[in-house]
């Protein structure tokens, strides 16, 4: 690199609170209400409770390895060609399923429940350019506008539940565990494979905090806060919508925005929840892109990244446009796949190089 | 006609950018990643402008990944 960028353990929190919940606010609602019914929140709750560990696996990795990103860990731990080899798969399949769907994500959103008439690839190009531009400037600019939307983050999030809370019927989430535990586990899995398993991109990223040990402490509060807004999130929408009209809908916390209605004065607050995904989505497919790009040019050996920005942007929208050819092979693959593959990238991966460590008495000098 | 075209004037926008910079630091391999990536981006743009049903990039991670999401669903932790 040419110059060392540096950002704050706060500014690192932030930054972890706009991925964790970045695609989960709008997806995940509906998603756990098909699975769990009225349990939903439950199964939220359990998915936090795993979550964390999982956090935890990560700081525990980053412990051994002080002031190394992911990809120098990797080629520590295994080797330069093996550590690079599998570091390069994971990167590969995080840019086509990470931030190329995701990008796909924002421009269905759009086109589907906002503006109806504009071609698809119009929003995917807009979005991507921000994106290039945001990486482009590097990691302290992108820190630092994460700390300007972030107020307007969390203000739209708590004016968004106040005005919900109105709407609450208890008896929506009742009768709580009517099928017993079992069908609670595939909901968790989802939400811990959407929320927490992505994470282990930030790993790119905590390397550069200015003190390694609030790095790691700002690494798990961000994820805490993260999943605490989704299961808010997700218990709002199953007992204000109820468990089957949640379920149906592509985007339960857009509708549940839309069902607001004040004393016939404050109606169709629905844009605000769009505001709130957005911004959080940009941190989303900034960071899963951030990191293909370093891992790259950590493993080509540049001394600057930024020459690979552009034309990996590109390959990104076009990624976007043909990722998924409908919807149904998107919630069919989102259902069945994903899982498995950040199973394997977030857990499996982080493991091995934690074992094989272990294993080799590898640890970096303090 | 015109998609591809575009594709071609961004690309010709991102080497106006990138390549003045980059000859003058003298920076070979950085110049070597650049162009090869570029000149992917390029081939896939074209080839999903081109095939009228492209084969979606996921499938492939679809094959590989296949076993292991059969063995979650059957021990019931997807659906």
Request: aromatic fraction near 10%; charged fraction near 10%; hydrophobic fraction near 60%.
């Amino acid at each position: 690199m040419v110059e060392q960028q540096t950002i704050s353990a706060r500014q690192m929190t932030i930054i972890t609170i706009l991925f964790s919940t970045g695609s989960a606010i709008l997806i995940i609602p509906s998603d756990m209400a098909s699975m769990a019914k009225q349990d939903a929140w439950i199964a939220a709750l359990v998915g936090m409770g795993f979550g964390c560990f999982i956090i935890w696996l990560f700081n525990a990795l980053a412990i051994r390895f002080p002031r190394m990103t992911l990809v120098e860990i990797a080629e520590a731990v295994l080797g330069k060609w093996l550590g690079g080899a599998l570091m390069l798969l994971v990167m590969i399949s995080l840019l086509i399923s990470g931030s190329g769907a995701v990008l796909y994500f924002v421009g269905n959103f759009m086109v589907t429940q906002m503006m109806p008439e504009t071609p698809i690839q119009a929003f995917n190009i807009l979005y991507a350019v921000i994106v290039v531009i945001g990486v482009r400037l590097g990691l302290e600019t992108l820190a630092r506008s994460a700390e300007i939307l972030f107020p307007w983050f969390i203000l739209l999030l708590v004016l968004f539940f106040i005005v919900v809370a109105f709407k609450i019927k208890p008896e929506n989430i009742q009768p709580i565990m009517e099928n017993g535990i079992k069908p609670l586990w595939p909901p968790a899995l989802s939400l811990i494979s959407i929320v927490f398993l992505p994470s282990i991109v930030l790993l790119m990223v905590t390397s550069d905090v200015n003190q390694p040990k609030e790095a790691r402490k700002a690494l798990f509060k961000g994820s805490l806060y993260g999943g605490m807004i989704i299961t808010v999130i997700t218990g709002m929408a199953t007992m204000v919508l109820g468990p089957d009209l949640a379920a149906r809908s592509m985007y339960a916390s857009y509708l549940l925005a839309q069902k607001i209605s004040l004393g016939h004065f404050l109606q169709r607050i629905e844009a605000i929840v769009a505001a709130i995904w957005l911004i959080a989505i940009y941190f989303r497919i900034t960071f899963y892109f951030y990191a293909v790009v370093q891992t790259l040019a950590h493993i080509l050996r540049l001394k600057d990244y930024r020459p690979l920005v552009l034309p990996l942007g590109l390959i990104l929208v076009v990624l976007s446009v043909v990722n998924y050819p409908n919807v149904a092979y998107m919630q069919d693959w989102d259902n069945r796949i994903w899982p498995a593959l950040m199973l394997a990238n977030g857990l499996f991966f982080p493991l091995l190089l934690f074992v094989v460590s272990f294993l080799r008495k590898k640890r970096t000098n303090r | 006609m015109l998609r591809i075209a575009g594709i071609l004037a961004v690309a010709g926008f991102i080497v106006a950018l990138e390549i003045p910079g980059l000859m003058k630091k003298k920076q070979k391999r950085e110049l070597w990643a650049f162009s090869i990536l570029l000149m992917l981006g390029v081939g896939f743009g074209m080839i999903s402008i081109l095939l009228n049903n492209v084969p979606s990039p996921l499938s492939g991670i679809t094959f590989v990944f296949k076993p292991l999401s059969d063995i979650l669903s059957g021990i019931g932790l997807i659906k």
